[in-house]
């Protein structure tokens, strides 16, 4: 989508993907959340990817440098 950089650190604009770590997005979640991302396995999260209509969008921002989703909204 966008990319953009703030000193020397590279930032990216996507929608969340299927390709994006599971790991990652679902800690991230769980730092405003209650959520045990153990409970929620790879074939789930990519169901829910699937599944989200046109309606739905989910949007993350990557760090770039560090190949990690930093943020993400709805």
């Known amino acids: 989508m966008e990319q953009f950089s703030i000193g020397d650190r590279i930032f990216r604009i996507e929608y969340l993907k299927k390709e994006h770590s599971i790991d ?11 959520l045990d ?3 929620i396995s790879k074939n ?13 969008i989910v949007i993350v921002m990557v760090d770039v440098n560090l190949n990690i989703i930093i943020g993400s909204t709805t």
Request: glycine share 0%.
């Open 24 to 34: 990652n997005y679902l800690n991230l979640l769980k730092q405003l959340s209650i």
């Open 37 to 39: 991302p153990i409970t």
């Open 44 to 56: 789930v999260f990519d169901n829910f990817i699937d599944n989200l209509n046109d309606n739905h």
